[in-house]
């Protein structure tokens, strides 16, 4: 996503798609980051109920800063009903 396509308009898509989360030290209490921890670890067990993002608006440059998404399918839906199931209003 971070590439801009190939002129011909074809995609050369990456081999892993990594995200990176940055936690500044001295900031965050242990409990807040077990909480995180928690809520990442939940997110990694029902991650078959995360679908795709399709561009609905994307600009030739920087794209992925400045293009819009929205997603393929219902899954927020789906990944929202489920959190509420585990987590009841919890947040």
Same mark, same amino acid.
């Given at each position: 996503?971070?590439?801009?396509?190939?002129?011909? =308009?074809? /995609?050369?898509?990456?081999?892993? @798609?990594?995200? +990176?989360?940055?936690?500044? $030290?001295?900031?965050? #209490?242990?409990?807040?980051?077990?909480?995180?921890?928690?809520?990442?670890?939940?997110?990694?067990?029902?991650?078959?109920?995360?679908? =795709?993002? /399709?561009?609905?608006?994307?600009? @030739?440059?920087? +794209?992925?800063?400045?293009? $819009?998404?929205?997603? #393929?399918?219902?899954?927020?839906?789906?990944?929202?009903?489920?959190?509420?199931?585990?987590?009841?209003?919890?947040?």
């Amino acid at each position: 996503m971070s590439e801009q396509r190939e002129p011909d =308009g074809s /995609e050369c898509f990456a081999n892993m @798609e990594l995200v +990176r989360l940055a936690m500044p $030290r001295r900031v965050f #209490t242990l409990s807040q980051v077990k909480y995180a921890i928690d809520r990442i670890e939940w997110l990694y067990a029902n991650r078959h109920l995360i679908g =795709g993002l /399709e561009f609905t608006q994307e600009p @030739e440059i920087l +794209r992925f800063f400045y293009g $819009r998404l929205a997603p #393929t399918s219902d899954w927020q839906e789906k990944l929202k009903a489920k959190f509420r199931q585990d987590f009841g209003d919890s947040l």
